[in-house]
Structure formats: structure tokens, C-alpha cells
């Protein structure tokens, strides 16, 4: 079960059981009040053990509301699959995105097979799926999946709210392939009336009407372009936020600042097994390289184009 989701229902039952020991004394029930001081100890301890188990493995909860949903019965079967098949869709191009670089503007979608979720339960209430990383949940640290299926609900998180510099920040993760998917995605809920919450980790939020109508309006308000190009200059790297400034030798162009994605980390510890050696980012401002950049011009109505820069590779020192 989703760590959220279960340490909710825990601290339900503890709720409630506190509120029986609310109810009596141990002098008028010896009994009794022993049963539910030992139940209370024992829900405590379990929200404590929950709380402190490491999430390493990618789960989604997504719960629907509104008109495809009737009460907790169930819900519209052909809504359903294709609202999933767009969740889907949305994390195998963000995965890939991540670990093979720019897509293409159509065709297969690379390593679409390997971000495959599961769908390991069903959440009554409003409608929900619970959504899994196939495998065993015994890694040490975050798998590419999990950091993926983080980045898509974060997008979503921001996308329908009413503040703009938010919305930006969320735009400015999106890839011309990822757009198109979450265009189609919210004219779905929009036009089914739907309603959508989302469990990841310890966030909880929820896309009401309102919100899922915003985020219709500005995805279809946007276009992305996508290019990709060499350059020449000195590179600074902040490996742990996953940041980069670059200054072209050819002077006339600008400083470019953004992100850098997995490819470069993997670069930046080595591959022994692919003859490739670490390398030191300290070093790396020393002298010129070569580089690829990723640019994406963000084009939105009645706003200004603006662009966003990705490193993809270190090609070589120069």
C-alpha cells in the first residue's frame, strides 16, 4: 500500500481508538481500557515503523471524482482506461526524456517497456488506482522510475494553480512530447466533468473542477519547439542541484543557465564497464569543452517566447 494512504488509515483507527479511551476510565473498565491502551501502542508503533520505511520504488495513487465516478460503486470503464493509458503515457516519455534524451517528434517511444506501472490496487471513496513499480522494493536509493513518476506529480501539482510563476516553473519541465499527452490528458477530465487526487510520497493534493479547467486552458494555450546544438565555452556545474551555467567563446552569444539530466551524472561518475573514467566537475571550468545543449522556446498566448536549456552530454575538453 502507498506509504500515505496507510499511515492515513492508521492514524483513522488510532483516532478511534483513543477516542473508546476517551470514553471510559480503568476503574470502571479494567478490561477495556487494557485492550485499547495495548491496540493504542500497537497503531502507534505501526505509524512509527511506516513513517520510517524508505520510499525507493515508484507508487502513485489517483483517485477520480465527478462525473465518470458514481459514489464509490464504480467507475466509467472507458474513462478509466484511457485517463490511465494518458498516465502512462505521460511517465514512459518523461522516463525517457530522462535517460535517452530528446524524443522524436513521433514514433516508439524509447525504454517504454521499462517504465511500465502496475496497477496494485483499488481505492474506494472517490474512484482510485494504486499504481507500482514492478520489482522488489528493496533498493537503497531512489530508482530512475520513482525521481520520473516524482517529476510527472509535481507537473501536475502545478499546472492547475492560480499563480502563474508556479505554473512557469512547470512548464518549463515539459518536452514537446510530454505536452502533447497532457493536453490530451486534461481535455479528458475536463470534458468527462472529472475531478482528480493525487497521492505521491507524503503529497496529497487535489485538481478540482476549477483547477483541471485552468490546466485544459494552459496547455492548450502552449506550444513547444525543441532543438538541439554544440558549443564551445567554459562550464560550471553544481552537481548537486543539478544545475549548469555555461559562457560561450563566441562572445556574442549570451550565458546559458539550466539543468542537466541523468546522462550527464552518469558521465560525471563514470562507466568502467563502457571504458569511461569519472569526472571531476572542479575541474571542468580549467579549460574549454565541447557540449550539447537541449534549447526548448516555450511560446504561450498573449506571452513572450521564452526559452529553457538542458546539457545533455559533455562531448570533450577542447
Known amino acids: ?68 465516478v458514481q459514489g464509490s460503486r464504480g467507475i466509467n470503464a472507458d474513462f478509466a482506461g484511457k485517463a490511465l493509458d494518458d498516465l502512462q503515457a505521460l511517465v514512459s516519455k518523461k522516463y525517457s526524456s530522462r535517460e535517452v534524451g530528446r524524443l522524436g517528434a513521433r514514433g516508439p517511444v524509447p525504454r517504454a517497456d521499462t517504465s511500465q506501472l502496475l496497477i496494485t490496487g483499488v481505492a474506494r471513496g472517490s474512484f482510485g488506482f494504486v499504481l507500482e513499480e514492478s520489482g522488489v522494493d528493496g533498493e537503497i536509493v531512489n530508482t530512475p522510475l520513482k525521481e520520473t513518476v516524482d517529476e510527472i506529480t509535481d507537473i501536475l501539482s502545478r499546472v492547475g494553480v492560480a499563480d502563474e510563476a508556479v505554473f512557469d516553473e512547470a512548464a518549463a519541465e515539459l518536452d514537446a512530447r510530454t505536452l502533447v499527452t497532457l493536453k490530451q490528458f486534461f481535455q479528458r477530465l475536463d470534458e468527462s466533468g472529472a475531478t482528480m487526487r493525487v497521492v505521491d510520497g507524503s503529497r496529497d493534493f487535489l485538481l478540482d473542477r476549477n483547477a483541471v479547467s485552468l490546466a485544459r486552458q494552459r496547455t492548450q494555450a502552449m506550444e513547444i519547439e525543441e532543438r538541439g546544438g554544440e558549443f564551445i565555452g567554459t562550464l560550471f556545474l553544481l552537481p548537486n542541484s543539478h544545475r549548469f551555467e555555461f559562457n560561450p567563446t563566441d562572445g556574442g552569444q549570451a550565458v546559458l543557465k539550466g539543468t542537466f539530466g541523468p546522462n550527464v551524472v552518469r558521465q560525471l561518475e563514470g562507466q568502467a564497464e ?6 571531476d566537475p572542479r575541474e571542468i571550468p580549467r579549460r574549454p569543452w565541447r557540449v550539447e545543449i537541449r534549447t526548448r522556446e516555450i511560446r504561450e498566448r498573449n506571452r513572450a517566447p521564452r526559452q529553457v536549456f538542458t546539457l545533455t552530454r559533455l562531448i570533450a575538453p577542447v
Open 1 to 68: 500500500m502507498l506509504k500515505k494512504l496507510e499511515i492515513d488509515a492508521l492514524m483513522a483507527d488510532l483516532a478511534s481508538v483513543e477516542a473508546m479511551l476517551a470514553s471510559r476510565t480503568e476503574e470502571e473498565d479494567p478490561s477495556g481500557y487494557y485492550q485499547f491502551s495495548a491496540r493504542k501502542a500497537q497503531l502507534e508503533d505501526s505509524i512509527a515503523r511506516a513513517g520510517e520505511r524508505p520510499e525507493t520504488h515508484a507508487e502513485l495513487g489517483i483517485f477520480f471524482g465527478g462525473g465518470p
Open 274 to 279: 563502457l571504458g569511461q573514467v569519472a569526472i
